[in-house]
């Protein structure tokens, strides 16, 4: 299947510094990637929709001046932490699908834990 | 606004007894995926589901789409220790949304 690779899969930072977390599409192109994050037990909270060469679309909630999300390749998306607080802590994890493929299914990056001490 | 609701958010079993989880939707669904994520991992994509009364199967999961497309379950036979994980639904709308997942742990 197809390969997403997410990195860093774990990132601990100060409060008020910026992370960012890189997503790549290994062996195929992804016009659009996908955002989530999650809280421990908890499910998959999309907060993103990352669009190659396009603004992304963010979820209700979702504060866009606080996650940056650039998608400058058809490989690459990046999501930027600004301005990091502790209640940002959380797993961060990416998806894409491979176009024109039409099998639903969503191919996920590793994840990335991000702690902010 | 579109819901899906997964039940139950927990199940222990003992190994060897079956398992279920259930999506229910309150609008019909264009399809629906399943995935599980074992603990301290990344999903991973089991099956799509998009016919009405669509039932599939794979090995001891058996995976079932309602007539009204609205509901689905994800059925184990057998259970064994290695299918200790989460189980989501994942339902689109132009984007991805996951169900709040069923938590299954096996005792040996």
């Known amino acids: 299947g197809a390969v997403v690779s997410q990195h860093p899969s774990r990132v601990i930072c100060k409060s008020g510094t910026s992370v960012k977390i890189e997503c790549r599409s290994l062996?195929?192109?992804?016009?659009?990637m996908f955002w989530y994050r999650q809280f421990p037990k908890k499910s998959l909270m999309l907060m993103a929709t990352?669009?190659?060469?396009?603004?992304?679309?963010?979820e209700q909630g979702v504060e866009k001046d606080k996650f940056l999300i650039n998608h400058a390749s058809l490989t690459l998306s990046t999501l930027t932490v600004t301005s990091a607080h502790p209640e940002d802590s959380s797993f961060y994890i990416c998806?894409?699908?491979?176009?024109?493929?039409?099998?639903?299914?969503?191919?996920f990056g590793e994840g990335s834990r991000l702690t902010v001490l | 606004g579109q819901q899906v609701m997964q039940i139950p958010q927990y199940q222990h079993v003992q190994e060897g007894e079956d398992f279920t989880t259930y999506c229910n939707s309150s609008?019909?669904?264009?399809?629906i995926q399943w995935y599980k994520q074992r603990p301290g991992g990344h999903p991973v994509f089991l099956i799509q589901l998009v016919k009405s009364g669509e039932v599939k199967k794979q090995k001891r999961l058996t995976f079932q789409f309602g007539e009204a497309k609205k509901n689905s379950s994800l059925h184990i036979t057998a259970t064994q220790t290695t299918d200790v994980g989460t189980y989501f639904c994942e339902y689109n709308f132009n984007k991805f949304y996951f169900g709040s997942g069923t938590k299954l742990n096996v005792k040996p």
């Open positions: 609008t019909t669904l264009s399809n």
């Open positions: 998806s894409a699908e491979t176009s024109g493929a039409n099998t639903g299914e969503l191919f």
């Open positions: 062996d195929f192109q992804a016009t659009t």
């Open positions: 990352s669009n190659e060469g396009s603004k992304a679309t963010y």
